[in-house]
């Protein structure tokens, strides 16, 4: 076929230049019969609506008193939303079912019942609708200025605002401060008794939301009658305004406390009646019990949810654990992952999201763990393949230099034979050196000393700062065992105990040796040898004191057992010792 002849297509939006051309409308085809009014094109009847009344898949509607019983059991936000669907549901709302609901469900709606009850029980503020009640127990910011954010309503005043715009003076927004201050030193309350007593009749009322300040000369009052958005009468019943009104319409005191203001509030400013008080107050006293067995079955399950995520998070972490023990070297496997669950994490104030389940007793892979311990889901097989790495890598250091057998020390130097030997008493064996430090422990739970600064001096080939790091930096015992200070210690023992001289050679060490760890060995060499001289001097001292005891104590068995006891319970003993303070060291 020859489409020369053809004219050529136009573009879909027309010609150039031209604006598109308008659809045309579609028409449904019809199917030869005319549509009566409340009939489709296929005869089928529908509703005004536009639902079809033989439609069997429609959904069937539930019945108000169903709709009722399921609305009381929402969440106050949940009624809030459901009150805006349609005016059916917002007519359905009752005092009953926003009480219940905020009491059972708790939080901020529960603070705001709690306020208006002491409110509303006094017969201050005008009651609040049904859904004026909902608003403020939804109540997220200020009624008012609409921005501040506001939790519960104002205790004094019944009304959801925020501090600024309650005690601001000035103009904010078009408005005034909610509340204006009345003052006692005014001439209109001290111009006589009488004017004082009626002013303070009317302060004293329960039902006048009179807020006095710190020391009494104020009476914040609402500033003036006010309505919300929908209208309804809002806040405290009496404004400023009406307080002088109120004393000059009485003649004395004694009118206004005889029922004399209640029956003007209800006359002169249309207060609520007493009747219209009693619906709130009487759902709020009878929901009280249901409230609290609320409260507490929340509590209870909040319990027991955290318990359940608790022992899940354990079973997770020590599966977490055995993988990675699996992938240590053979002989530290037993020891450098050994754990003890975290007594902390079971009390029921421990954070699960930041409190960790299980203590490593090595310092050095708690601190590696620890993120992976409190959030077991973030290792993964990559993650857990290099921390055994790091792992073996430091823990095989110790091997590599040969740390235990303690070579690097001489036998032929007093010192560092003195020094071996007590070393190797305190760390005979690989187990020996994953043990707990008591010491350590009262810092951190079951740990040993196995930490990064144990593998600095590893790694800069200080093995003997490594082993004095592992003993807690005491060496003192070593001062009992090398001469000259082992020979006068030995002669010292004869007169007093044994404890007591190893308790003034450890109170040295520390003094002298404790501070030093990260020394080379000449230094501590020569801070051994000061050590030394320093014993020598304190057990001389020691000598001039007994003698100095022989006046004030006649007894020879009762001054040794002064002595002893002074010695090994007191802290500062040796320090006032060298000070020659005798008084001070016999009255410890």
Not at 12 to 37: F, I, V
Not at 320 to 347: C, H, Q, S, V
Not at 357 to 371: E, K, R, Y
């Amino acid at each position: 076929m020859n489409n020369s002849n053809l004219p050529a297509k136009q573009p879909r939006d027309g010609p150039t230049g031209s604006k598109p051309s308008a659809k045309r409308p579609r028409h449904r085809r019809c199917n030869g019969k005319t549509c009566k009014p409340g009939e489709d094109r296929r005869g089928n009847n529908f509703n005004a609506t536009g639902c079809h009344r033989n439609n069997s898949h429609a959904t069937p509607s539930l019945s108000s008193d169903a709709l009722f019983v399921v609305m009381s059991f929402l969440h106050p936000r949940d009624l809030f939303h459901a009150s805006f669907t349609c005016k059916t549901l917002r007519d359905m709302v009752t005092t009953k079912m926003v009480v219940q609901s905020a009491l059972i469900h708790g939080g901020h709606a529960m603070k705001t019942m709690d306020e208006l009850h002491a409110l509303i029980s006094s017969r201050s503020i005008h009651v609040p609708s049904p859904m004026r009640l909902l608003r403020l127990a939804c109540g997220k910011v200020c009624e008012f200025c609409i921005s501040a954010k506001v939790n519960h309503v104002r205790p004094s005043l019944g009304v959801f605002a925020c501090w600024e715009c309650v005690t601001n003076r000035s103009a904010r927004q078009g408005l005034f401060g909610l509340t204006k201050p009345w003052k006692r030193g005014w001439v209109r309350y001290s111009k006589n008794q009488e004017n004082r007593d009626k002013y303070d009749a009317i302060f004293e009322h329960p039902r006048i939301a009179a807020t006095a300040s710190a020391y009494g000369m104020n009476y914040y009052i609402w500033s003036q009658h006010r309505y919300d958005r929908a209208g309804e009468s809002v806040g405290p019943i009496v404004a400023w305004d009406n307080v002088d009104g109120m004393a000059n319409h009485f003649g004395s005191a004694n009118d206004m406390k005889n029922g004399g203001i209640d029956s003007y509030l209800t006359s002169n400013l249309n207060a609520p009646e007493i009747n219209s008080y009693k619906e709130f107050n009487e759902i709020y006293t009878d929901m009280q019990q249901k409230a609290k067995a609320a409260v507490q079955q929340r509590e209870e399950m909040k319990r027991a949810r955290n318990q359940k995520t608790k022992v899940n998070k354990i079973a997770k972490a020590e599966k977490m654990l055995d993988d990675l023990t699996a992938l240590i070297d053979l002989p530290f496997r037993e020891f450098a992952l050994k754990r003890t669950e975290n007594k902390r994490f079971r009390d029921a104030s421990a954070k699960v999201s930041t409190t960790p389940c299980i203590c490593i007793g090595t310092p050095f892979v708690d601190s590696l763990l620890l993120p992976y311990i409190i959030t077991p889901s973030k290792m993964k097989k990559k993650i857990l393949k290099e921390l055994a790495e790091n792992i073996n890598s430091k823990l095989r250091l110790i091997a590599e230099k040969k740390l235990l057998t303690m070579d690097f020390l001489s036998d032929s130097d007093p010192f560092e034979a003195g020094l071996k030997h007590y070393l190797r008493e305190k760390l005979p064996n690989l187990e020996a050196l994953f043990q707990e430090d008591i010491s350590f422990c009262r810092i951190l739970n079951n740990k040993n000393r196995i930490c990064h600064s144990f593998f600095s001096f590893l790694e800069a080939d200080k093995l003997l700062s490594a082993l004095v790091h592992m003993v807690n930096g005491d060496i003192s015992p070593v001062l009992l065992a090398v001469d000259p200070s082992a020979s006068i210690a030995r002669s010292a023992i004869k007169k007093y105990r044994e404890p007591t001289v190893a308790k003034i050679a450890e109170s040295i060490g520390f003094r002298c040796l404790k501070v030093n760890i990260s020394r080379s060995k000449e230094t501590l060499r020569k801070m051994f040898t000061a050590g030394q001289e320093e014993f020598q001097k304190v057990l001389g001292v020691l000598e001039e004191y007994s003698a100095w005891v022989r006046d004030k104590q006649e007894h020879q068995s009762m001054r040794i057992f002064h002595l002893n006891h002074t010695a090994t319970t007191s802290a500062y003993f040796v320090e006032l010792l060298m000070n020659k303070d005798f008084d001070t060291v016999y009255r410890l």
